[in-house]
Nanobody, 118 residues
């Protein structure tokens, strides 16, 4: 099992910045994909950004150029730097890790609320 604990959410005005952190513990494989997802009220959970253990990143089109995902493998921690926040970025942000054969094993954090006011 893998445990994920997110932190860093909060309330910010449009145009502002936040930095999310997610610390992983437990049976974390050295080969994995760490990611951030979000879910807004009434909407499906969607991928925001992901990063492989090798550093390859992937971003949703809506956040490209504004958000940056990074990881510290020594600390088993993934970060999401969010700049130029928009009201539409308001959601619960979830940390995720995928590992194992075909990266089929999924683990989720409890989520952290990000609210962007106009």
């Amino acid at each position: 099992q893998v445990q994920l604990v997110e932190s860093g959410g909060g309330l910010v005005q449009a145009g502002g910045s936040l930095r999310l952190s997610c610390a992983a513990s437990g049976s974390l494989s050295s080969i994995n994909i760490l990611g951030w997802y979000r879910q807004a009220p009434g909407k499906q959970r969607e991928l925001v950004a992901s990063i492989t253990n090798g550093g390859t990143t992937n971003y949703a089109e809506s956040v490209k150029g504004r958000f940056t995902i990074s990881r510290d493998n020594a600390k088993n921690t993934v970060y999401l730097e969010m700049n130029g926040l928009k009201v539409d970025d308001t959601a619960i942000y979830f940390c995720n890790v995928r590992q194992g054969p075909w990266f089929a094993n999924n683990y989720w954090g409890q989520g952290t609320q990000v609210t962007v006011s106009s």
